[in-house]
């Protein structure tokens, strides 16, 4: 909390921003401050070991010549995005904040992809054993996949909104050749919502 609050003090942060950043039950959700625009994102991964899809809070702030993003845990999927950084390859290092907004939000859509094959696969096995040897240990599987897709669609839902927004921001924060990206994850946040719909 001391740390947020600081980065708060330095860069002229709303306190009920910093309140949002600190609580990490928020849903999807962006907010423009004119100075900054608040995103909201849940990131997900698939646990190999626990079998399940891990969930957590990135915010992230986007200013005229900066973003600031904060995470729960030190695991991300922004590796990609780093090596780009520190190898100076691609646009990351030529455009502004906005495309580094943009890449942090298109790497966290991305991997939902993952996460929903993994889930695809679950419910394939989970189908087959019904039909070849059906007990009553794959209802309880089948109860804990249906828990976590109505997860997953309360994390992807508010997405298309958030995304829609960046997309049609007036803000001059957001460059007019950013947007045509936002449009591509825009696309890709409705292929997840299809896909979360299908596995419902």
Known sequence: PEIIEQVGKNFNVHPLVLEDIANTGQRPKIEDYEDYIFIVLRMLRFDEEENETKSEQVSVILGTNFVISFQEKERDVFDSIRERIRNNKGRIRKMGADFLAYSLIDAIIDNYFMVLERLGETIEEIEDSLVTHPTATILQKIHDLRREMIFLRKSVWPLREVIS???????PLINEATRAYFRDVY???????????TFR
């Not at 927004?165 to 803000?171: A, D, G, I, Q, V």
């Not at 946040?189 to 979360?196: C, K, T």
Request: hydrophobic share 40%.
């Open 165 to 171: 927004r960046l997309e049609r921001s007036e803000s």
């Open 187 to 197: 696309d890709h946040a409705i292929q997840v919502m299809d896909a979360v719909e």
